[in-house]
Structures are given as C-alpha cells and as structure tokens.
C-alpha cells in the first residue's frame, strides 16, 4: 500500500499566482480531507469529502480557496490568487470509517 | 463548538522514564479519540486510538486512557527511546464521516 500520495512536496510561487496541490488517496477509503498547518494556528481542517461529496467546507478560509474530488482516486485544492499569508503545509488525509491517515505535506511558500 | 485542549505543550524526559499527555474535550457526544505521531518535515501518523466503549487500550509501550465521565484521555508511554522524540496530537471525533478536532500538539524530546 503507497500511503497518501501528494504533489508536489514543496511549491514557492509568487503572490498572486495561481496555485494547484494534488492528492491521491488510498485505494477503497471513502473520505478525504484537506488540513492546513501552521505554527500559529496548528491543524486545520480546510474540508472534507465523504464518496466524492463535499460534506463540509465550513473550514476554507476565503473565496480564493477551492477543492474538487473529481473521482474516488484524486483530488485538488486550488488557490487564486495566492497570498504570502497562506504559506504553511498542507495535508490531505484518506479515511476509512473514523480512521484517517495523512499523507507527506505540501510545503507552500508564497512570496 | 467543540474543542480540544491538550497538555503540556513541551515535555522533556530522560531515556527510559514514561511520558504522558492529557486531553480534555468539550463535546460530550465525542465518541473517538486518536492520537498521532508528527515527527519533523512528515505527516501526523495514526498510533493509537480508542472509541468511547472502551476505558483502555494498549499497544506495546503506548497506552491510551478515557474518562468520559470528565471529559479527559490521556496518552501514555513507556520505557521511552530517542526515537519517540516527535510532536504528539490528540484529537476528538463524533461520527464516523470525520471532522477530528485536534489538540494544540505536545513537543515530546527524550534525552539519551
């Protein structure tokens, strides 16, 4: 079993610039969920999806965040345009009933 | 809304000697209690849990307790090695879809 699969692992991009983070789940889980860390804040839940559905978005924090899970096997969280304020590491997570595991991160930095 | 408070936030101890970590939570319908494991440029990763039938569930040398009655579960380890230096989060769950509540994270060094 590979685990949670992001890409990329690390992404610097400048203010304003759009930018794209993926994630693969492990195979047969039905939940997924996208997590922001910061040393401020710690773990945030962004949203979550339950069979492909977003359940709960209440998380995200502007209009400039959005999330898609196109299929059981992937999905994204884009941000446009970004901000300097929304470097951190992002996670996505695949669960199983109330079992969650995380994948490696997304180290963003916008400057 | 719910939350979770964790504690101590820094937690230095020597090679050998137990660790342990408590959470208190808000929302008495909370019915899941994991704890992970967060060493550094890696995610959190699932260590143990226990679900609210339960007061006690061991695994080796880690060991996790719940009170329900005061809202509290606590993580312990034992015979502790360098290699349980890590962030340690606990977190709180009320249905199966998810939606954990993390605690604010415990620093755990262990001196050789």
């Known amino acids: 079993d590979a685990g949670v699969i992001q890409s990329p692992r690390h992404e610097v991009t400048e203010m304003g610039q759009e930018v794209t983070l993926r994630c693969k789940p492990i195979?047969?889980?039905?939940?997924l969920f996208w997590y922001r860390q910061t040393m401020m804040r710690g773990l945030e839940l962004l949203i979550y999806?339950?069979?492909?559905?977003?359940?709960?978005d209440s998380g995200m924090p502007e209009d400039r965040f959005s999330a898609k899970m196109p299929n059981a096997s992937f999905s994204t969280l884009k941000i446009q345009p970004s901000e300097p304020r929304d470097s951190a590491v992002y996670f996505c997570?695949?669960?199983?009933?109330?079992?969650?595991?995380f994948g490696p991160g997304t180290r963003l930095t916008v400057t | 809304g719910e939350n979770v408070e964790q504690h101590p936030s820094t937690l230095s101890v020597q090679e050998g000697d137990s660790a342990v970590i408590k959470c208190t939570y808000s929302?008495?319908?909370?019915?899941?209690f994991p704890w992970y494991k967060q060493e550094l440029g890696k995610g959190p990763q699932l260590i143990i849990d226990?679900?609210?039938?339960?007061g006690e569930k061991k695994d080796q040398r880690i060991a996790v307790t719940l009170n329900k009655t005061a809202k509290h579960f606590s993580l312990h380890i034992t015979e502790t090695q360098p290699e349980d230096s890590a962030v340690y989060f606990c977190?709180?769950?009320?249905?199966?879809?998810?939606?954990?509540?993390f605690g604010q994270g415990t620093t755990l060094q262990v001196k050789p």
């Open positions: 997570a695949s669960g199983l009933g109330y079992e969650q595991y």
């Open positions: 195979s047969g889980h039905n939940s």
């Open positions: 999806f339950n069979n492909n559905v977003p359940i709960d």
């Open positions: 929302d008495s319908a909370s019915n899941y």
């Open positions: 226990i679900r609210s039938n339960v």
């Open positions: 977190a709180a769950s009320k249905s199966n879809t998810g939606k954990l509540i």
